[in-house]
């Protein structure tokens, strides 16, 4: 599952931040931020895909950008916030440091 969630965040940001250009060169950790990718008005844009598509509430003390600065930070994020449906577990993202 957090394969096609890289993929859906990974394509948003594409088509609505980059404008469908430079998609082979964002890394999952590359900072939205830094980059020039997303602005002020982006992370509303953001919050509201994040909540419409992942069912979760971004509350105003998550917008931060340890939480939304990065594909990364977004899984990150969307563990934290999203349990599994059928169970405990929490949606496994490889090669990060966090353990489910």
Do not use: W
């Not at 002020?40 to 971004?58: D, I, R």
């Not at 930070?73 to 577990?89: D, F, G, H, R």
């Amino acid at each position: 599952m957090e394969r096609q969630y890289e993929r859906e965040l990974r394509q948003y940001v594409i088509d609505n931040f980059l404008f469908g250009q430079g998609g082979s060169e964002l890394k999952n950790d590359d900072s939205f931020m830094e980059r020039g990718i997303i602005d002020s008005t982006g992370v509303l844009e953001l919050v509201a895909f994040l909540e419409e598509k992942f069912q979760v509430k971004v509350e105003d003390e998550d917008l931060i950008p340890a939480n939304l600065d990065s594909i990364n930070n977004l899984l990150l994020y969307l563990k934290k916030k999203q349990p599994l449906k059928k169970s405990n577990a929490f949606i496994r993202i490889e090669g990060l440091a966090e353990s489910a």
